[in-house]
């Protein structure tokens, strides 16, 4: 659900964005958060599912390790951002020599 979130944009961060910009986005994350909180903790589900419940340990062994894609995406972006910019002032200097001629 993280790379959902940061990939909204290719170039623009989730935090200059907004978690809440797209509210459909962020409805469908949290409903998805939800069913597979449900699906993993209400025992008949366990049981249609063939699904255990998981300990405070397993499920932040899950957060963290689902929160790496989102933030090498966003590292990603940021590389992406800064390599434009740079080369944007590389333009705009040779831009602005004088011409020889």
Do not use: H
């Amino acid at each position: 659900m993280g790379n959902a979130l940061a990939t909204r944009s290719e170039r623009e961060s989730l935090f200059r964005q907004g978690l809440f910009s797209n509210l459909y986005l962020f409805g469908a994350v949290l409903l998805t958060v939800t069913l597979q909180l449900i699906l993993i903790y209400v025992p008949f589900f366990n049981d249609v599912f063939k699904t255990a419940p998981l300990s405070a340990g397993e499920l932040a062994a899950c957060l963290v390790l689902s929160g790496v894609v989102f933030v090498v995406v966003e590292l990603e972006k940021w590389f992406a951002r800064r390599s434009a910019s740079a080369a944007n002032e590389r333009k705009d200097r040779r831009s602005a020599k004088p011409q020889t001629g």
